[in-house]
């Protein structure tokens, strides 16, 4: 292992794979980046996610993060396969303030640049879902490019994308056992 860095990044689930690509792109270079499970199956919450990716939130700051990492995951792959899948997402209405609140959302997206988005009859909604019972459905909310990300993938291909630039190192089973502070700053991080 390299006994040097100029940053070191202590987790490699998607969240330390995505800081070390994106500095890549900002052209850093001398990254560590470790994780106490195997690369990249680390064991902790990317692992497990589900994967749904709902771009529309009540916060624009959430919504465009998530509309970005649709648009990168969308590039991503690896042997294994891509690293998203455009499914579209549907939210349903029982109620008159759910429906109310759809139509919010509707208004929102388009003020966003959520493309695509439409407000759905109940039988709209049955001919996405077949499944789907429409009973007491007042309406839906269809966002065609929300999706399911493929954590461990979208993870993997950042970070395979770091090495390749040569700005980072990764080391999977590489527990932190201390991190040394002299005067308010890192100076090394102590693994097993």
């Given at each position: 292992m390299k006994n040097k860095a100029k940053l070191v990044i202590i987790g490699a689930g998607i969240v330390g794979c995505s800081t070390a690509y994106h500095l890549a792109?900002?052209?850093?270079?001398?990254?560590?980046?470790?994780?106490r499970g195997s690369l990249f199956a680390t064991g902790g919450s990317t692992s497990h996610a589900p994967g749904l990716v709902f771009q529309l939130n009540y916060s624009k700051t959430m919504t465009l993060l998530a509309k970005y990492s649709v648009e990168l995951y969308s590039?991503?792959?690896?042997?294994?396969?891509?690293?998203?899948?455009?499914?579209?997402?549907?939210?349903?209405?029982?109620?008159?303030?759910?429906?109310r609140d759809l139509k919010r959302k509707m208004g929102l997206a388009k003020s966003w640049g959520i493309e695509g988005t439409e407000l759905l009859t109940p039988e709209q909604a049955k001919a996405k879902i077949p499944l789907l019972d429409t009973t007491g459905i007042l309406g839906a909310f269809y966002v065609p490019t929300d999706g399911i990300a493929k954590a461990l993938r979208a993870a993997e291909a950042l970070a395979n994308f770091a090495i390749a630039s040569d700005a980072?190192?990764?080391?999977?089973?590489?527990?932190?056992?201390n991190i040394e502070v002299e005067q308010g700053q890192v100076k090394s991080v102590i693994t097993n």
């Open positions: 792109k900002l052209s850093w270079r001398d990254i560590v980046v470790i994780d590039q991503l792959k690896t042997d294994e396969g891509q690293a998203f899948y455009t499914v579209g997402g549907i939210e349903i209405a029982y109620t008159e303030t759910r429906w980072a190192k990764f080391y999977g089973d590489t527990e932190v056992l």
